[in-house]
């Protein structure tokens, strides 16, 4: 068992040689390969990492990417989200339909130091973990169960406590989501990782995966049931926002724009929804 001198100073044993250090962002460890990072480099000092997987490219979860990769890391991110890891600009365009927001607009996990990416998760050999594809959070995101059977889940599980601080968790696409969280449910894991949040077993996660789609499907009744009466975009990010408790900021709002889009290009795809556009207002309508 060499990697038992080979460990991160802070770093929790889960099983086998699979590890994690708990913090603001949770990162695994398992042999050497590391799986997203917190915001510390100081959680690394002294310890030899060959590979660091990045879930998504959310800047809050490679902090330490670049430095990893300096200190001879390859980084590794899914085709989807590679981008995003390299220039993470690219969020702050896409949330503000690819215009320059001011500063004043961006939540601050958007803000962080770009990391050049090595290689493509999908071309991903290295039997320390399996890659998962979890859409929904972002497009590329992607979740790892290590050789111990522990999954770290990144951005797709919010835990039921974590509700409380994040009403509405930020995705780009619910339906995926969903999809995600029963992917999750499938696979063969002990215990349970999220990027923000606890290590739980499976039990536990299974709870939180119900609460989850609770939530998600909470959302979509009130979208149809209040869209009765027909609400511009601006005034159904409104509506979403207030039921579901959000603070009145700029970078809050910014983020429930794009996670209201996406439950409403949704019900509109599955034809539960009808949009036109009146007095140059796009307008939103639940179809008959
Ligand atoms: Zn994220």
Redesign the pocket.
Known sequence: MTQRTNLPPGAVHIAGDTHYIPGLTNSGFVDGLAIDTGPEESAYEGTEIDRLAIT?G?A??FACGAYLRNRGATVVAARDDAALVENPDINIRGMFSWAKPGDILVTK?FLGAPCPVDAEVEQWRDKRATPVPLPG?TLGHTAFLTHDDVLFTG?ALYQEALWKRHPLP?SIDPDMVVASLEKIRSLEFGWLVP?HGVLCDRETAEKDIHFHLAQISDVEELLLEELRKPHTTEAAIALVSDRRGLSDNPAQYWLAVTTVKGYLGNLLGRGLLEFTVRDHAGVWRTAD
Do not use: E, I, R, S
């Open positions: 998504h959310h809050d979860h996990l959070h951005d930020y990027g």
